[in-house]
């Protein structure tokens, strides 16, 4: 069966500092890979998404980018994180139409 | 632009009674809609979906209702249960090879008992 992990769980960071969170999927070949962020009360915002190995689309203009160095492995990444990257950023996979989620990280930036 | 949007914030059901969660689209080209439950600081879980050619699936006590015409999907579960408590999105899929999810904000959902 396919699962996904995202680490860490949570994490506190100070403003200006970087960010690197992981995601990997096991089972499953050549998934499609997403990144989302959930800011306080709202929905879930896409924020990136590949279809391969370093195939990376992003959604939004922002302060954050995404890498894919291996098929079952997305990273997302900051130079230098802003107060406003605060929020639950979820990883999610799919093959076909539905997208399965990790479970997630907290980002607090101070 | 809210192109899927669920009205209602919260949703307060007795236990064993129906629950109905909406949900509207504003795009005609979704294809593909498909409900996720959330518990706090949880990824969403899968719950059901609808292809945007059929108008009704049923998976136990969950029943997706999609009219096309008038833009509307909802998810019915019956009986309720106090472990349905939790924050239900519609998401609706658009565009080819990545599966690009547009997401509601999201019921929440309490069961009484």
């Known amino acids: 069966s396919q699962t996904i992990h995202q680490w860490p769980a949570t994490l506190v960071q100070p403003v200006g500092s970087p960010l690197s969170l992981e995601c990997t999927v096991e089972?499953?070949?050549?998934?499609?890979l997403y990144w989302y962020r959930q800011a306080a009360g709202r929905g879930l915002q896409l924020l990136f998404y590949?279809?391969?190995?370093?195939?990376i689309s992003s959604e939004v203009p922002q302060n954050l980018s995404a890498s894919r160095p291996q098929d079952r492995q997305f990273i997302l990444s900051s130079k230098k994180l802003l107060l406003s990257d605060s929020g639950f950023y979820l990883c999610?996979?799919?093959?076909?139409?539905?997208?399965?989620f990790g479970p997630g990280t907290r980002l607090t930036v101070l | 632009d809210q192109q899927v949007k669920q009205n209602s914030p919260s949703l307060s059901v007795q236990e064993g009674r129906i629950s109905i969660l909406n949900c509207d689209y504003t795009?005609?080209?979704?294809?593909?809609f498909l409900w996720y439950k959330k518990y706090p600081a949880e990824g969403p879980t899968f719950l059901i979906s609808?292809?945007?050619?059929?108008d009704k699936n049923e998976d136990g006590r969950f029943t997706v209702f999609l009219n096309k015409s008038a833009k509307h999907l909802s998810l019915h579960i019956v009986p309720s249960q106090p472990g349905d408590s939790a924050v239900y999105f519609c998401?609706?899929?658009?565009?080819?090879?990545?599966?690009?999810?547009?997401f509601g904000q999201g019921t929440r959902l309490t069961i009484n008992p």
């Open positions: 998401a609706a899929s658009v565009g080819q090879g990545a599966q690009k999810l547009v």
């Open positions: 609808i292809s945007s050619i059929k």
């Open positions: 590949s279809v391969g190995i370093g195939q």
């Open positions: 089972g499953t070949s050549n998934p499609n």
């Open positions: 795009n005609s080209m979704f294809d593909y």
């Open positions: 999610a996979w799919s093959v076909s139409y539905t997208q399965y």
